[in-house]
């Protein structure tokens, strides 16, 4: 349960940052929510330890699925717009 719940976060979260990231309407909404599942796995875990859960948790996995979609913009189109 806890799986199905931090896959549905994830996507809102990477669905979210590519928002923020402008992204939504180029890279397509699979890819933007397969990395912000990602991102916020990654952030969560790097971030999470040491700040803690909560509110801070979930802007560690947000910043983390912001951070991968910026490094996946990078590669894919030369620049972050």
Known sequence: MNLIIFLIVGG????????VMRTDGQQGIILNVV??????????VLFGP?????????????LGAV?????????RRGAVR
């Open 35 to 44: 990395v912000g599942i990602i991102g916020s796995f990654i952030g969560g």
């Open 67 to 75: 951070i991968l979609l910026a490094i996946i913009n990078l590669v």
């Open 12 to 19: 809102i979260i990477g669905w979210l940052a590519s928002i």
């Open 50 to 62: 040491t700040i803690g859960g909560g509110m801070y948790g979930w802007l560690s996995a947000f």
